[in-house]
């Protein structure tokens, strides 16, 4: 009879002996299994870079040295968990089911196909992986059935900040069992631990210091392993960490009596017994305690260097080459199973030799799987072409025709290529194989634009452009109040209809948000729903982001505009690419609200609104002039599940508002802008704060005989859907983008959609102009404002010279420099 380990104790056991402590008995037959799997996993590491270099797939990094580690962690799992890692953990997902040999070998070579390739449908580089948690139409599946992955990426430590909101959620579920009755499907007893994976290098990121300082004060079932190998690329440990090592530098965030902290342990990672039982144990108390953990596994290697990119000889000294070789964790513990006589090295042998040959027969399956459909269209492109040389021969035919007979690369961009140049020669010619050939060319473009383009924004039924739009109502009942108080009812109406809503923020809970926005409402809704945070903005979207996957409506506080750039880089690495880089399997509909525009001071007057668009494509971007608009599209953001940033105007709480009787009920649309004031003369497109100034400026310039058209576009992502801007153009033919932004930032965003989307630039007769902030930030005080923003007698002498250079006897030189 083989022998079985007892992981509790480390002894070898005859199969008997298991303790209640004993978290797993392995038996011979796991381990083999285990080692086997290891060995495959390696062995498609070695063969997906000799892919790589051999020109057949574009990039590889791999799992290799980290594989029995992998298998230590996915043991530890329990359907619903969640693992939000790097690209290290090809082996975990083997482990786990949820990746395997052809769907690793179909990304590794770019086969957009889903069913193929489900992690990103072709989108990112091998060893990226996601669980599709969304069905087919963008609807949430049953995620507490299954182990889940969030879809990684590639900036080291961006996917840290969501693993805190993905072990938050378990503390929000369990500590309100009414949050699963509302959200169902996502959450057992708030059971499920979110595992996080990070190189050692990765964790010198400030995302991660302030990711493990959050967890520390939240106290969530977050379980954190840093496979370390010593390497960030080339850059030792010794320029990365103090202390050289990651557990000795967060010794200080260990766990006493009485002192809540992190669950700490070191290990090695060639340790295969070691390993089961540091992430069985340590895994066991997080998900019964909710308290986050640290596993520093160390001693890790890279045998094959770090990635496609380059060679490990060319940095690390001979001792450490020989280490890569020695402490390779896969001979280690085949060493182990000899000496322990779980298997004989002639049994390996022959298993080594079955798995070689069954990791070559799925890459060659999936290489085929991936080319197949190409090759088709190739085929049909190739037989267009050769009809229409029939019908007229020509010479440029004849060499898109050779060009796909004998293709270098069999690649969508060859096939298009080609096809584009044949279409190029055949212009002006009439006849059917002219006609097929573009009709295939037009077909073709909009596919691949499909295939390479969809999912950056939702495309499930829910929406919020499909939201039903529900205009305010009003009667003689409705009241004018501050608009702080307009706000803080529609929070309070949303939050008694939804319960998964919730905020997190600076100052939003005790004290009601530094406007006063949520006065009262920690106090009637509990502090799980209104909450305090530290200063640490990257991991308050991130906690939102993680949240937002699993099933709740996050709003995420961020004070003052000026510091959303403190959680930028996640919002647009993480946030903003989530749907788009699982080709639709994950979203996170997270809600971004916070104020600028107009206060005081080089902080807390920003509007870099071109940043936020630009940085952000994928997330809608909301700019309401006043507080009953942000009340409506919160209305329709709360019900739609794309994420979402509005900016409310900062200096706009204490103006008064008349309140429409369905405050918690009416629906402003996404993608449509409104006219606040008609005019015959110049379009003025402005949004937020200026809105008022414009209404200003149109008093005085209506005592000049001029009437301007305002226009606000109320959102910047989406732009006037129905061209609203281009049609007031139609009437004025004089245009004026009014932005706070600097000059070229929004302004020329709008400017762009106007002239070039709507065509605006053929009905203008005077030139197109923008009016913008200064470059600087505004100083303090009113005249820094009044003099770098954009200000009523600018927009007043901007119109006016729109004027005058249409009609310049009509309107004399105002002679003003
Ligand atoms: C934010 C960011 N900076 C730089 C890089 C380039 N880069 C990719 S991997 C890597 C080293 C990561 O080392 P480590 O975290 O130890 O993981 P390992 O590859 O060693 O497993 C670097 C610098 C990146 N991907 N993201
Ligand atoms: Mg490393």
Known sequence: ??????????????????????????????????????????????????????????????????????????????????????????????????????????????????????????????????????????????????????????????????????????????????????????????????????????????????????????????????????????????????????????AGFRREPGAPGFEIRTVRGWDYVGLCDAFLTVAAIVRREHVPALIHVTEMTQPQGHST?????????????????????????????????????????????????????????????????????????????ERAQQEAPDVRLADAIAELADPLEVSRRVVHAAVSRAAYALRGRDGPAAAALEAFVTDYRHRNLRRYTAHLYSESPESPLAVAPIAPRYSDRSETVDGRIALLRCFDLNFARDRRLFVIGEDVGKLGDVNLVFEGLQAKYGELRFT?????????????????????????????????????????????????????????????????HRLQGIWHTGSPMSVVLNALRGVHVVVPRNMVQAAGFYNTLFRGDNPAVLIEVLNGYRLKEPVPDNLGEFRLPLGMPETIRAGTDVTVVTYGALCRIALDAAEVLAGMGIEIEIVDVRTLNPFDLQGLIGESVKRTHALLVVDEDVPGGASAFVMREALETQGAFDLLEASPRTLTSTENRAPVGVDGDYFCKPNREQIVEAAYGLMRERWPDRFPDLRLG
């Open 532 to 596: 305090d945070t530290g200063i640490r903005e990257a991991t308050i979207l991130g906690q939102g982001i993680g949240c937002a996957m699993r099933g709740l409506r996050p709003i995420v506080d961020i004070q003052y505009l000026d510091y959303l750039l403190y959680a930028l880089e996640l919002a647009s690495d993480d946030l903003a690419t989530l749907q788009y880089r699982t080709a639709g399997g994950q979203k996170a509909p997270v809600i971004i609200r916070t104020k600028g």
């Open 1 to 250: 009879m083989r022998p079985e380990w007892d992981i509790k104790t480390g002894s070898r056991t005859t199969g008997t002996v298991t303790t209640p402590e004993a978290h797993l008995r392995l038996s011979a037959d796991e381990v083999i299994a285990d080692y086997r799997l290891a060995f495959r996993s390696r062995v498609a590491s070695v063969s997906g870079r000799r892919e790589v270099l051999t020109g057949k797939a574009p990039f590889g990094i791999f799992g290799d040295g980290k594989e029995i580690a992998n298998i230590a962690l996915a043991k530890a799992f329990r359907p619903g968990d969640w693992r939000s890692g790097y690209y290290r953990d090809q082996t975990f997902m083997f482990a786990t089911g949820l990746a395997d040999l052809p769907r690793f070998f179909a990304q590794l070579y770019t086969n957009t196909d889903v069913e193929a390739e489900p992690f990103s449908g072709g989108r990112q580089m091998v060893s990226h992986f996601a669980t599709r948690t969304l069905d087919q139409d963008g609807r949430w599946k049953r995620l507490v059935d299954a182990i889940q992955s969030a879809a990684d990426l590639s900036p080291v430590g961006a996917h840290m900040p969501r693993l805190l909101g993905l072990a938050y959620a378990s503390k929000l579920y369990r500590a309100d069992p009414g949050l699963i009755d509302a959200a169902p499907g996502f959450s057992v007893n708030g059971d499920e631990v979110a595992f996080g994976t990070i190189g050692n290098a990765g964790t010198t990121e400030g995302l991660f210091w302030e990711t493990m300082n959050a967890a520390g004060v939240l106290q969530v079932p977050m379980l954190v392993a840093v496979w370390d190998d010593g390497y960030g690329i080339s850059v030792p440990n010794e320029y990365q960490t103090v202390k050289r090592s990651i557990s000795a530098a967060l």
């Open 309 to 385: 990119s380059g060679s490990h000889e060319r940095y690390k000294s001979k001792e450490r080459l020989a280490f890569e070789t020695a402490g390779d964790p896969i001979s280690r513990m085949r060493e182990w199973m000899i000496r322990e006589d779980l298997a004989t090295a002639k049994e390996l042998d022959g298993f080594e030799r079955e798995d070689r040959e069954a990791v070559e027969s799925a890459r060659v399956a999936a290489f085929e799987a991936y080319q197949r459909p190409i090759r088709a269209e190739l085929e049909r492109a190739r037989a267009l072409i």
